[in-house]
């Protein structure tokens, strides 16, 4: 029987450590070098607190950065420790730094303790100002960068005194040990350096190189829960339902391990996203407005022990509308019905459906023109004639908008007077005319333009027009008498002439 046990515990054994060999990292005791000793966070093992290694963060030194997920522990020290093992070889004084990143407003700090004691700020021992048993806040000012500038906080005084600089005595050579304990959820550290106060180094450089390592001991597993494979990180979309169940090789060591979820900062899961703790299997059904990143926390306990791991959901929210083609400027033409569908322009890659409003620069759109659904439409008269700058809004619905702007041109189309010549139209208006005549043909490229009286003499002659637009003729500048006349204009490029009258008030 006793042999029986045994054999199990050393199957259980070999067995753990096997499963172990990718995430359960040995700890290791780092030595001083050129009087600095430098560790990378991610060097040891997480397992037994609410930390996870990630590395998705740019900037990192090392193979990542680890991040405390097991919410906030206000006026809390000593909860999910990790201890860090170092050799000290100079004796004295060393300045500790820590490397870091809040990406929030509240997420800015860690407990950390030197269990020898030795911390000093600059305003003296710091025993009174920790939270007991040599805790202090470590803390960082910056935001959403990495930052190497840790300051504490005297405790029990008032928020906004000075931050101190962070200094600790080790009163020999010998190993020592740092520890370090979830406050703010969230929080990302990088890595941290002690360096000798005489020593001419200075600062937080992340180019300085891991501290060489010995003595380093595969983490003990028998007995406990632990984490054996990561959990992956996933990207969905919303508006669709996702299963995920946890892989059964996640955690290692327990005989019937229970699962529960939770989000990164301890909060419940949101209401779009469930967990089944008999089967270990996540359902999503985010909407759109839930688009955005997700810490998704993943507890295992056995025994009285535990594990977790995060993974982040990717959540890819409402994609606005876009453009289906370019929306060109278009024109209407006086007395005549102008309607134009904006829907061929604009797509939803969501398939949603778009609805459309209109504005002008001045405010609402002109009164002739109206908007239904995705239809402009409405009847232009003479005084509307000129440009206007439509702003058009194209929504989802879901939050996703679009705006573009595009002209109509309100160009005259009351035939007062109507000629054919080759199938093709010659349009003056207004006529009979005071001042300014306008002038359109069906032609294009250059021509001349001539005005004759009745007694066929030329008053008026013109050899640079341009059929393909409008041709504005200023009657009073060419300084002509009441009377009809006729307008002839001739095309260079073919044999089309325009012969119209024109009735001069
Ligand atoms: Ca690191
Ligand atoms: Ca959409």
């Given at each position: 029987?006793?042999?029986n046990l045994?054999i199990?515990a050393?199957?259980?054994?070999?067995?753990?450590?096997?499963?172990?060999?990718?995430?359960?990292?040995?700890?290791?005791?780092?030595?001083q070098k050129?009087?600095?000793?430098?560790?990378?966070?991610?060097?040891?093992?997480?397992?037994?607190?609410?930390?996870?290694v990630?590395?998705?963060?740019?900037g990192?030194?090392?193979?990542?950065?680890?991040?405390?997920i097991?919410?906030d522990?206000?006026g809390?020290?000593?909860?999910?420790?990790?201890?860090?093992?170092?050799?000290?070889k100079?004796?004295?004084?060393?300045?500790?730094?820590?490397?870091?990143?809040?990406?929030n407003?509240?997420?800015?700090?860690v407990?950390?303790?030197?269990p020898?004691?030795?911390?000093?700020?600059?305003?003296?021992?710091?025993?009174?100002?920790?939270?007991g048993?040599?805790?202090?806040?470590?803390?960082?000012?910056?935001r959403?960068e990495?930052?190497?500038?840790v300051?504490?906080?005297h405790?029990?005084?008032?928020?906004?005194?000075?931050?101190?600089?962070?200094?600790?005595d080790?009163p020999e050579?010998?190993?020592?040990?740092?520890?370090?304990?979830?406050?703010?959820?969230?929080?990302?550290?990088?890595?941290?350096m002690?360096?000798?106060?005489?020593?001419?180094?200075?600062?937080?450089?992340?180019?300085?190189?891991?501290?060489?390592?010995e003595?380093c001991?595969?983490?003990?597993?028998?007995?406990?829960?632990?984490?054996?494979?990561?959990?992956?990180?996933?990207?969905?979309?919303?508006?669709?339902?996702?299963?995920?169940?946890?892989?059964?090789?996640?955690?290692?060591?327990g005989?019937?391990i229970?699962?529960?979820?939770f989000?990164?900062?301890m909060?419940?899961?949101?209401?779009?996203?469930?967990?089944?703790q008999?089967?270990?299997?996540?359902?999503?059904?985010?909407?759109?407005?839930?688009?955005?990143?997700y810490?998704?926390l993943?507890k295992?306990?056995?025994?009285g022990?535990?594990?977790?791991?995060?993974?982040?959901?990717?959540?890819?929210?409402?994609?606005?509308?876009?453009?289906?083609?370019?929306i060109?400027?278009?024109?209407?033409y006086?007395?005549?019905?102008?309607?134009?569908?904006?829907?061929?322009?604009?797509s939803?890659?969501?398939?949603?459906?778009?609805?459309?409003?209109?504005?002008?620069?001045?405010g609402?759109?002109?009164?002739?023109?109206?908007?239904?659904?995705?239809?402009?439409?409405?009847v232009?008269?003479?005084?509307?004639?000129g440009n206007?700058t439509?702003?058009?809004?194209?929504?989802?619905?879901?939050?996703?908008s679009?705006?573009?702007?595009?002209?109509?041109?309100?160009?005259?189309?009351?035939?007062e007077?109507?000629f054919?010549?080759?199938?093709r139209?010659?349009?003056?208006?207004?006529?009979?005319?005071?001042?300014?005549?306008?002038?359109?043909?069906e032609?294009?490229?250059?021509?001349?333009?001539?005005?004759?009286?009745?007694?066929?003499k030329?008053i008026?002659?013109?050899?640079?027009?341009?059929?393909?637009?409008?041709?504005?003729?200023?009657?009073?500048?060419?300084?002509?008498?009441?009377?009809?006349?006729?307008?002839?204009?001739?095309?260079?490029?073919?044999?089309?002439?325009?012969?119209?009258?024109?009735?001069?008030?």
């Open positions: 029987m006793k042999n045994l199990k050393i199957i259980f054994y070999l067995f753990g450590l096997n499963l172990a060999s990718a995430q359960v990292t040995d700890s290791c005791t780092f030595i050129d009087s600095i000793i430098t560790v990378e966070m991610e060097s040891t093992n997480l397992n037994g607190g609410f930390w996870v990630q590395n998705d963060l740019p990192h030194t090392g193979s990542g950065y680890i991040r405390y097991g919410g522990a206000t809390v020290a000593g909860k999910s420790q990790l201890t860090y093992t170092f050799r000290v100079e004796a004295g004084r060393h300045s500790f730094k820590m490397r870091a990143f809040r990406e407003y509240h997420d800015n700090d407990w950390v303790r030197f020898h004691g030795g911390v000093i700020t600059k305003i003296g021992n710091d025993s009174t100002g920790t939270m048993s040599n805790w202090f806040k470590a803390m960082i000012g910056a959403n990495w930052y190497g500038f300051k504490t906080q405790l029990g005084t008032s928020w906004g005194e000075t931050f101190h600089d962070i200094y600790v080790f050579p010998g190993v020592y040990t740092v520890q370090f304990s979830g406050r703010a959820s969230m929080f990302r550290i990088d890595r941290f002690l360096y000798y106060q005489k020593s001419s180094f200075f600062g937080m450089n992340p180019e300085n190189a891991e501290s060489p390592k003595n001991e595969p983490y003990n597993t028998i007995g406990r829960v632990y984490l054996s494979n990561p959990l992956l990180d996933y990207t969905i979309r919303s508006g669709e339902t996702w299963t995920y169940t946890i892989p059964e090789n996640t955690f290692g060591g005989t019937s229970g699962y529960s979820s989000l990164g900062n909060f419940q899961l949101p209401s779009w996203l469930s967990f089944d008999k089967t270990h299997t996540f359902t999503a059904n985010p909407a759109y407005e839930n688009g955005g990143k810490t998704i993943v295992a306990e056995d025994n022990t535990y594990a977790v791991d995060a993974f982040t959901l990717n959540i890819l929210g409402n994609r606005p509308p876009e453009h289906a083609s370019a060109s400027d278009t024109a209407a006086t007395g005549q019905s102008f309607t134009y569908d904006l829907s061929p322009y604009f939803d890659a969501d398939g949603n459906t778009l609805s459309y409003s209109v504005r002008s620069g001045s609402t759109i002109p009164t002739w023109l109206s908007l239904e659904g995705s239809t402009l439409s409405g232009p008269t003479n005084a509307d004639l206007d439509i702003y058009l809004t194209v929504s989802d619905d879901f939050g996703g679009l705006v573009e702007s595009f002209i109509i041109t309100v160009k005259y189309a009351v035939v007077s109507l054919k010549n080759n199938s139209k010659l349009y003056m208006y207004p006529n009979p005319v005071d001042h300014i005549l306008n002038i359109r043909t032609g294009n490229g250059k021509g001349s333009m001539a005005l004759i009286d009745n007694m066929g030329i008026f002659k013109t050899d640079n027009v341009d059929l393909g637009n409008d041709i504005v003729l200023d009657l009073e500048s060419v300084n002509i008498k009441p009377g009809i006349y006729t307008l002839k204009i001739k095309a260079n490029n073919s044999a089309s002439e325009y012969n119209g009258l024109v009735v001069k008030k």
